[in-house]
């Protein structure tokens, strides 16, 4: 195939490292008149405009976007697509959230045909929010992981996903056994891990719901399989832990659960991480798991205020998630400016430069994928997003007021939503105009 390459002009922002502070001007480019050169699915280079118009090949397509703002797609750490219909339900917190709302609504996932109808809806949803990457929870239902693949597919998306495993503490028509998860899961593993740009994530749901037998299990896939990860939700809520502590009378505390059936180590995501000791921080940063903070869905539900302050210090991984439906919106900007208030109200001042970091190159650390996406280092692979913020009225006039790089970066994450997103390129190839 003959090799198609494309330019894209526009201001161009991309994070080479986590940041060393607010003022850590190195860590990032932004090129405001910049940019893009891909060559099919993959980034050749980016830089500044005046500098690279001469180096443009022959027969090279150039895409004018001047005005607006060309970012690696974002990454979405931790989502359950079977919750689209469920976001936004009033009056719960956690358990009797997921009781009234949520397993009902799983239980609809046993039908591949609504399966596969709610993830197109979900993965439009993503892309038309500039999501171009996820970490996904099914429902326990192998089926509705096999309609997600299927579906992400269809756009050669990047997309990790696993099939829920819970066999206990909830309804019946939704518990599968530690050996039914553990066959399913690894029929999942050896039909989709690696399939064009998919990968498997082992997903017991979350201590409370899984046996000792299936956390053992999990345990079992985890060693079985090198490089599939390890995910599920870590102390978000307090009652959530008072019941773990109950069930787990043995552990020193919720990591400790995880830790003694082998699914702490760098392969690991954690949702939420409100409720843990240092010694649990240290401990995780020790095995190099992640978190993922989700602060749409903390303030909703009521569960609390995560403690970045903490979490920096530990260094631990990082990335963000948006947790629809306990979450509630799809944008990672919605969940940065969150982040954002969540961090006020601890006393820790998030820059801008370090929240697009957690929705970006941090996030693809925390699932393995930094080498392939999460910027626009030359080789990668070309998922970016075309900002248009002269789609959103106040945006364009605060903007127009900006003098720094930061300044317009801290207008978009507080600001911002999907009106703004132009475009959204997967794999070097734009995604049609969703409704
Ligand atoms: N903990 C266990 N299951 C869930 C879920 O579906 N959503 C959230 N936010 N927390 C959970
Ligand atoms: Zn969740």
Redesign the pocket.
């Known amino acids: 195939m003959a090799t198609k390459i494309n330019a894209y002009r526009a201001t161009i922002f991309h994070i080479h490292r986590e940041p060393l502070g607010e003022n850590d001007h190195r860590a990032y480019d932004f090129f405001e008149d910049g940019l893009l050169v891909t060559d099919h699915a993959h980034v050749l280079y980016a830089g500044d405009y005046s500098e690279l118009k001469h180096t443009l090949p022959l027969g090279c397509t150039i895409h004018d976007r001047t005005g607006m703002i060309i970012m690696p797609g974002l990454i979405d750490t931790h989502v ?1 697509y079977p ?1 689209t219909d469920i976001i936004a339900s009033h009056g719960k917190q ?1 358990m009797d959230w ?1 009781e009234t709302y ?1 397993f009902p609504c799983e239980k609809q996932f046993e039908d591949a045909g609504h399966s596969r109808q709610t993830a197109v809806f979900f993965i439009q949803e993503l892309l038309k929010n500039g999501t171009t990457t996820a970490m996904v ?1 099914g429902t326990v239902h192998a089926v509705s992981v096999q309609a997600l693949f299927e579906k992400a597919d269809d756009y050669t998306m990047r997309l990790v996903a696993g099939k829920v495993m819970m066999d206990r503490l909830a309804p019946h028509y939704l518990r599968d056994t530690a050996q039914s998860s553990y066959d399913e899961s690894k029929h999942l593993i050896e039909h989709w891990h690696h399939k064009n740009r998919l990968t498997y994530a082992v997903t017991p ?2 201590a ?2 899984s046996s000792e037998e299936q956390l053992d299990a999990a345990g079992a896939l985890i060693r079985e399989f090198n490089d599939v990860r390890l995910h599920t ?1 870590l102390a ?1 809520n307090t009652k ?1 832990v008072d019941l773990i502590a109950k069930a787990f009378p043995w552990s020193t505390g919720y990591l400790d659960v995880y830790n003694h059936f082998g699914l702490v180590c760098d392969r690991s995501v954690f ?2 991480c409100i409720y843990l000791s240092d010694t649990e921080f240290k401990l995780m940063k020790e095995k190099a798991a992640s978190v993922s903070l ?1 602060p749409t ?1 903390n303030l909703f ?1 009521g ?1 609390g205020l995560f403690d970045l302050g903490k979490i920096m210090t530990y260094e631990i991984k990082t990335g963000l998630g948006s ?1 629809v439906g ?2 509630t919106s799809f944008s990672m900007f919605k969940t940065m400016a969150e982040a954002y208030k969540v961090c006020q109200l601890k006393g820790v001042t998030l820059s801008p430069v370090q929240s697009f970091y957690y929705a970006s190159l941090g996030a693809a650390k925390t699932l393995g994928l930094d080498q392939v996406i999460g910027n626009f280092e030359p080789g990668k692979e070309a998922d970016f997003i075309v900002i248009n913020p002269d789609q959103i009225p106040l945006l364009k006039r605060r903007i127009s007021m900006a003098q720094r790089p930061e300044e317009i970066l801290f207008a978009l994450m507080i600001l911002g939503d999907d009106r703004m997103i132009y475009e959204t390129y997967v794999n070097g190839v734009k995604i049609p105009p969703l409704t």
């Open positions: 359950h919750q956690l997921l949520t929870l749901r979350f409370l719901t939700h978000e959530e949702a939420h989700c869905s539900l569960s947790d306990g979450g």
